[in-house]
């Protein structure tokens, strides 16, 4: 497709259980963030990757989140032992070129809902 | 860190009144500023973005301006319609980072 895809749109995930976030950026686009957004809130800052380089994962919340792009398109956000705080938007961005580049435009996919029970 | 405020939280007006969105920021240090759109379920999509050495924006019946020593920013919107009902987030990118910092959003209603 044309934008940024985020898959599943929707989980409902019991507590202490694992899950993974999938990500299709744009084709071509170099960087990629992953968000996070609770109710009634902006978005969060979790990671950033250039291509499959994760040069800043400053935003994480704990080392049970863990994000990857092996071959610099597709990236997974992963959290392990989920607990009921983490349950909010997760949202996937990209962009054109790399961070050294002022004013590209950034794309937000529709975000994965994970809920924890 | 970068702390973002938007004013007011929640605003609701009638079709065709031209309105004031509000952003603060306590950085001044930032490479650029964002305004997005975001309707119930949706991602962001991208309305202006503002370069740390421009005052404002155009597009359409959107403005955006851009005081960067005062750490404000305003979202004009005119004739205002329906279809503008969303959540308008202020962002910026401060110099040297990778990643945007958010406000808590506007949450526009405009009644038809």
């Known amino acids: 497709g044309a934008g940024v895809s985020q898959s599943p749109r929707y989980k409902v995930a019991k507590r202490g259980q694992d899950v993974a976030l999938r990500c299709d950026p744009i084709?071509?686009?170099?960087?990629l963030f992953w968000y996070q957004q609770a109710l009634g809130q902006g978005p969060e800052f979790l990671t950033y990757?250039?291509?499959?380089?994760?040069?800043?994962k400053s935003g994480l919340p704990s080392d049970r989140f863990f994000a990857e792009r092996p071959e610099g398109s597709v990236s997974t956000l992963k959290i392990q032992r989920t607990q009921q705080e983490d349950s909010a938007v997760y949202l996937c961005?990209?962009?054109?070129?790399?961070?050294?580049?002022?004013?590209?435009?950034?794309?937000f996919g529709e975000g994965s809902w994970l809920t924890v029970v | 860190k970068q702390e973002v405020t938007q004013i007011p939280a929640a605003l609701s007006v009638p079709e065709g009144e031209n309105l004031v969105l509000n952003c603060s920021f306590t950085?001044?240090?930032?490479?650029?500023l964002q305004w997005f759109r975001q309707d119930p379920g949706k991602g962001l999509t991208s309305l202006l973005l503002i370069q740390s050495s421009q005052r404002e924006q155009t597009s359409g019946r959107l403005n955006a301006s851009l005081d960067k020593s005062s750490g404000r920013s305003t979202l004009y919107i005119a004739a205002s319609q329906p279809g503008d009902s969303a959540t308008y987030l202020c962002?910026?990118?401060?110099?040297?980072?990778?990643?945007?910092?958010f406000g808590t959003g506007t949450r526009l209603t405009v009644i038809p």
């Open positions: 950085d001044s240090a930032i490479y650029n």
């Open positions: 990757f250039q291509n499959e380089a994760q040069l800043d």
């Open positions: 962002a910026v990118r401060v110099s040297g980072a990778n990643n945007l910092f």
């Open positions: 961005a990209s962009s054109l070129v790399g961070r050294e580049k002022s004013g590209n435009t950034i794309y």
């Open positions: 084709s071509g686009h170099v960087s």
